[in-house]
């Protein structure tokens, strides 16, 4: 029997647990979730013996190289929510003000205001746009400091995908200069800080408690 | 004429940022519609022997206007499109069939196929390189999505990888760290599946907005289903020797945003796969060439593209695509996360605008519905507003997280009728009306678009988007 993906995977997210994926039938969150239909594709037990002629039950391909710490550190920049991956360096947001002037204004406007589509605003904490009422109003405008939960994110993807033409060309210290300028504009701290691993962790957005994990299962009903 | 008023629109995701902004490159209608004169004249007619001249202009036109739109994007010449008339390069002038075409030689072999020279199917792009295109649902048959019409969905373009040199790497909380490349991952056993992918911000603009002159393609063109071919992703799983405390990972992309999701462990070991060929063929560039991690029955932008790593972690990494954007705001004041599942949905894709009914009596109205939890059970059609509803034939079985294709004979006799499809899936998930969800989700409820929808016939046979049901 396969649990029901995504309520499973809710449940043992609601529990703060591992999930048990090799072997998904035993976890308690089984019974508490609607069975997925028997005849769902799953690989689960497509195992090297699924197909005849494989090395048999058990046993890998072992195609592949082993990869190098250099190789995975190429490309493993990531920064996760708690922050535990930031880089050394640090920026102030008075550094950040002048760089997002010279390399982000032309397309995100002055002060991050928002440019011509599909360049977002930035900016904004407009009182009538507090509350996290965008569902109840469409005209709200979602801005960094009145809808992001976490400041992490803002370092991870300046670093990975902006200015948007010239990806990676940011030093680290320049992504925590203008992480700085985009959250002092956005009036989650103050215009005097300057910012470093230490300092971003600790940051913690305005609205990080609104968001909530999916409660659709199927099943009757509209969610 | 109403063919300037299908406007592009694009996936819109900062329709939230910007109230009812238009997401896309403002000269494409007017492209289109400068363009119908060169293309009416010719005064086509569909095989059914009925009028869709609106029709043959629209598409017609938006093919040169994706001609001319795609010599000024950046990664053009690498797009899908390819060898036929597609959306990357200017379809052929429509040629005269000869009066006895079995009469002269016909054309010799060639090396790589067209389409008829009158039938000119084409994605209308919207958006430079954070942009999309959508398949022509109302010119599409049966359930596969020829790939140089599957929709595109990119936020900074579709880059030109050389599968010679790409590699994939597999990392964190496994035994064997691994880097593969594409060759390794061909020589791991391959099945093939058909699967839908829908991008969840499909119909975002006719839902906020309903227009009555709105094409299958505007209103959903953003689902396409195709064979995809590769490696389950539990085989590479196996191969690194993911450890037993890994509950999410990472996957990331080699494009110039380097996009970055978490996908629960879990699904990995499901039904997950790391693709390398689409309806037989490798990967076209803007579905991801070399590599895509494909999710199947999940929302198009977790089916990550150009797919270069994995890394194995205990939780999500809170990422732009799964906090920004990719949320859905609910009343109450919070915002769904990790929204992955497509919802039971269909749409009739004929009749729609821009066709206009010529000839009464009998025709199909036929449509796709699709769920991302399974089967589609059941289809039903009402041809008066939603009063009452008839069982549609589900052609075929219905494979589960894939389009079917529905149809409902229907006898037109002249009459105004509101045409509407209504989908149940295996779960026993009901397609609502765009009310319910409203209802449920608030006005402001920005993905999965999932309401019933469907198209008015005027007495004159001209057929117009509804979406307020």
Redesign the interface.
Known sequence: M?RH??S??LV?LAAG??????D?DQSPAASAA?A??A??????R???A??PG?PGPGK????????STS??AR??T?V??QGTELPPGKGSVGEGSALYTSLCASCHGVGGV?GI??N??LVGRDSSAE??????????????GN????A??LF??IK??MP??T?GSLTDSQVYALTAYLLAANQVIADTTTLDADALRAVRMPYRD???????????G?? | MRVESNAPQGDGHHEGHNGDREDGLHGAPNDRSASEHAVAPDGLTDARGTSVSRRVLLTGAAGVAAGALVSVLPGAAVGQGGTSAGASTPPPAPSRVPADPGSMLGAPTSAQGMRAAAVNPARVPVGAVSGSSRSPLGELTGTITPSDLHFERHHAGVPALDAATHRLVIHGLVDRPMEFSVDDIRRLPQVSRTYFIECSGNGRAPFKSPKPETTAQAAAGMTSNTEWTGVPLATLFREVGVKREASWFLAEGADACHMTRSVPVEKGWEDAMVVWAQNGEPLRPAQGYPLRLLLPGWEGNINLKWLRRLELGTQPWMTRWETSVYTDPLLGDTARQFSFVIDAKSVITSPSFPDVIGTRGWRPVTGLAWSGRGRIARVEVSTDGGASWHDAELSGTPQPKAHVRFQYMWNWRGEEALLLSRATDETGQVQPTRTALIDVRGPGTDYHFNAIVGWRVQPDGAVFYHGTT
């Open positions: 396969r993906l995504s499973a995977a043992l647990c591992n999930s048990p994926a090799a998904g609607p997925v239909p005849a769902l594709a799953t690989f689960e497509y195992d090297a699924a197909v494989g890998r391909y072992a195609l592949g190289t082993a990869a190789v995975i490309w493993n990531d996760g929510a928002g589509a599909p977002p605003p509350g996290f009422r965008f569902a109840r109003d469409p005209q709200l405008t979602k801005t960094i809808y992001w939960p976490y992490t994110t991870d993807y990975r995908a948007l033409a990806p609104r968001f909530v994990r999916d409660d659709r299962t199927g099943g009757p509209v969610r």
